[in-house]
């Protein structure tokens, strides 16, 4: 059985969804691996990705978001 840690929860304030990021580690060893749940209701959508993938995805994230945010400020668009 993998042996998870808990890293952050975050509730999306539009839609309700949760998405909780854990640590996945299998108990053979190798490479770890960033689980990425995220709940609608009754459904789940799990990902498991190596950290290339989760570095290219959090720069696309953080790309967009500070596209939002006006020029001298650090926060989204009002």
């Given amino acids: 059985m993998p042996n ?7 509730t999306v304030p539009l839609g309700g969804q949760e998405i909780l ?7 053979a060893g190798g490479m770890k691996l960033l689980r990425i749940r ?9 990902f498991d990705i190596d950290p ?5 995805w959090g720069e696309a994230m953080v790309r967009w978001s500070d596209a939002q945010a006006p020029a001298g400020t650090d926060g989204p668009r009002a």
């Fill in 52 to 56: 290339l993938t989760a570095r290219a």
């Fill in 4 to 10: 998870l840690t808990h890293l952050q929860r975050l």
């Fill in 21 to 27: 990021l854990e640590e996945l580690q299998h108990d």
């Fill in 38 to 46: 995220i709940r609608e209701r009754t459904r789940f959508t799990i």
